[in-house]
């Protein structure tokens, strides 16, 4: 049953209604700001930062999914665009009560597989949709000085993270990575998931 | 005419909105998610500043410039308070240390500025019992959606807030023992006393807040220096 992108909005919002317990965001934004100041005075290395920033997000987004499966109705997606539809318009609408706008890949060519496969057709472009946040609530109050720019701080990494791992959870692999921020002077800020393959269900190791 | 502190039927609705907009809000469940890695997240990072700190201090004592350090004293921690908090397990606490001093840290840049946000528009605080009932109140339900359940003051400076079931650790549990648990939950106090500290020194108070803990019931005694 194919759901239109407005059917998704109204789930977002009768989700993002329903959730019984609603924080003052901005308490987020200093929380999670705090916790970057202290991270690079800790690592000293921006690269570093920021690969703990996605780590992080990955624990969290492993936990998240569980939440919006267990509160929300939404069934199997069909394809990996209705997945950006997904996690555009009801995902981030019932935890941050933010839209993002969502654009997908070109369409790929109608021989080449959708997933990667051993032999892999080095070609083939593995689809991506592209997620554009006119707000985003972690970097409200948020300015990054001159060596947070030239070392490369993607401030707002966490979310690339929840990406990864809430996706996983759902047996889809993926690498989300900011494109742009407007953090950086950048005009958007826009995060760019991309599709690695779908995951087979794995026997746990020592079982075979 | 008269000026009249409501807007009146001229400034429209949307004006005023902008003016004065509602905050925005977001899901508590994914803040809790977040804060349980944030914990993690420090604890590492941790580690990972004091594994450099040490490796400076080593390379400065090969080189012989400064001394060897002195073999270990025994720690005496009952009676020394340690930033705001009092120590009361003495020796095993000492690698989380560094964890709670940044999670204080952290409190402490959260209360400042969350104080700042709620209190725009509010009338002058006429004395420390009202900043201190501000606490009781409005910071309370801005960071943990309830207001505190009993004060208590010895009119000298001392007041004691008690919560019956602390947001931040009122789901905490161990399965090892209950003092197991009641010590987890001592460091996820940290970042709630500092955000406490936090918000007494953006409004001119230097106190020391000292939290106890009764799962899920949390005491934090407040220590603020006699008035001028």
Redesign the interface.
């Known amino acids: 049953m194919a759901t239109s992108s407005k059917q998704y909005k109204a789930i977002g919002e009768d989700l993002w209604k329903g959730r019984t317990e609603k924080i003052n965001a901005e308490l987020f934004a200093m929380t999670y700001g705090a916790l970057v100041v202290q991270l690079i005075q800790d690592y000293e290395d921006y690269a570093e930062v920021n690969k703990q920033l996605e780590k992080m997000g990955y624990n969290i987004g492993t936990r998240l999914i569980e939440d919006f499966l267990a509160r929300s109705n939404i069934g199997r997606c069909a394809d990996f665009k209705e997945t950006g539809e997904v996690i555009a318009k009801v995902g981030f609408k019932s935890f941050l009560n933010i839209t993002p706008a969502v654009t997908h890949s070109p369409p790929p060519a109608p021989a080449s597989p959708r997933s990667s496969t051993p032999a892999g057709q080095p070609t083939a472009p593995q689809p991506y949709f592209t997620l554009t946040l006119d707000e985003n609530p972690l970097a409200e109050f948020v300015e990054l000085p001159e060596e947070a720019l030239e070392g490369g701080l993607w401030f707002s990494n966490v979310l690339c993270g929840i990406l990864r791992g809430a996706l996983e959870m759902v047996q889809i692999r993926v690498e989300a990575q900011f494109v742009s921020d407007v953090l950086r002077g950048d005009e958007t800020t826009e995060i760019r998931v991309k599709l690695v393959k779908y995951l087979e269900e794995e026997v746990p190791v020592g079982d075979d | 005419m008269s000026i009249s502190a409501a807007p009146g039927p001229s400034v429209a609705p949307s004006l005023a909105a902008l003016a004065d907009p509602q905050?925005?809000?977001?899901?508590?469940?994914?803040?809790d998610?977040?804060?349980i890695?944030?914990v993690?997240?420090?604890r590492?990072?941790?580690a990972?500043?004091d594994a450099?700190a040490k490796k400076v201090e080593d390379e400065m004592i090969e080189a012989g410039l400064i001394p060897p350090p002195p073999p270990p004293q025994v720690k005496v921690k009952k009676d020394a308070p340690r930033d705001s908090m009092g120590g009361a397990v003495p020796g095993a606490e000492d690698d989380e240390e560094g964890l709670r001093a940044?999670l204080e840290?952290?409190g402490l840049?959260?209360g400042a500025?969350?104080t700042e946000?709620l209190c725009h528009g509010r009338a002058a605080f006429t004395d420390t019992l009202d900043i201190v009932k501000f606490i009781c109140k409005d910071l309370w339900s801005?960071?943990w959606?309830k207001q505190v359940d009993n004060l208590r003051t010895n009119h000298r400076g001392v007041y004691v807030l008690q919560d019956n079931s602390f947001k931040p650790i009122a789901r905490i549990s161990s399965w090892e023992s209950r003092s197991d648990a009641t010590k987890r939950a001592r460091l996820y106090a940290a970042m709630p006393a500092g955000i406490i500290r936090g918000a007494l020194a953006r409004m001119g108070l230097n106190g020391t807040i000292v939290p106890e803990i009764n799962l899920p019931q949390c005491t934090f005694q407040v220590k603020l220096p006699k008035s001028p």
Request: aromatic share 6%; proline share 3%.
């Open positions: 905050p925005r809000l977001m899901d508590a469940a994914a803040m998610y977040f804060l890695e944030a993690q997240a420090l590492q990072s941790s990972v500043a450099r940044r840290a952290i840049h959260v500025n969350i946000r801005a960071c959606d």
